[in-house]
């Protein structure tokens, strides 16, 4: 099967995900997170790419950022990923692949999902009942955009900035959003767009998509409509409605 081409736009967010191989550990020890985050910064900033979130899981990556340039993301992460496996391989004494193929990536709507995607990404210690809340996990950017840990590596997205008039207030905005779980078919949605390098976005932003392209976007990218429309869907064809 072909692969399918990526969706890469200076200048348009993307949530990526790096996953190793057979779901494997890519991180053993403290130090490999330091090192990883380390060299993000340093390849994230080399191809200018603005990093805004993360989490480094114990096998597997989350990240949200925004390329300047249309090869932006995908040289920061072929550098990252080369480098890092070298670091791996020397120092835990192992040798052959470490990740999982090429990495996965979805265009995300800025206007209706980039904060939700966000605390998805912050999210993943809870989910996967590491932490009981997201400010106990060390390895993610939630020590920053809602605490008071200045992590280098990160730059505030506009409508992160536009949560408070102040830090202060910005964090606490920020920390207020994860009081409420994210639904499930918002989940799912976040989940499908990475898993088949689709456009996480309501139709508006599918078009405007289409138009930055020059051409239509393939049908299974078109699947799914915003929020609106798949709580729609969902209510309707459940049999038990809930409050």
Known sequence: MARRPRLNLAGVPQHVV??????????????DYAVYLDKLKEYSCRYKVAVH????????????????????????????????????????????????????SSLVDSEHYLLLVSRYIE??????????????????????????KYIEL?????????LGTDVTSRKAAYQALFKAQIPDYSLKQIREALQKTWVLG???????????????????????????????????TSTTLTP
Not at 212 to 227: E, I, S, T, Y
């Open 18 to 31: 790096q996953r190793g191989n057979n779901r494997q550990v890519c991180f053993y020890i403290d130090q």
């Open 53 to 104: 979130a993360f989490v480094l899981m114990t096998n597997h990556v989350h990240l949200l950022v925004t390329p300047t340039t249309p090869l932006g993301v995908s040289q920061m992460m072929q550098a990252l990923g080369r480098y890092y496996v070298r670091y791996i391989n020397v120092t835990h004494g192992r040798s052959g692949t470490l990740w999982e193929g090429r990495y996965k």
């Open 123 to 148: 999210l993943n210690p809870v989910r996967a009942n590491m932490v009981a809340h997201p400010a106990e996990y060390p390895w993610s950017s939630y020590q920053h955009n809602a605490l008071d």
């Open 154 to 162: 990160l730059t505030a997205h506009p409508l992160y900035l536009a």
């Open 202 to 236: 309501d139709s508006r932003f599918k078009q405007q998509i289409e138009q930055q392209l020059g051409c239509a976007l393939p049908k299974q990218l078109q699947h799914g409509g915003d929020r609106k429309s798949q709580r729609f869907r969902e209510v309707k």
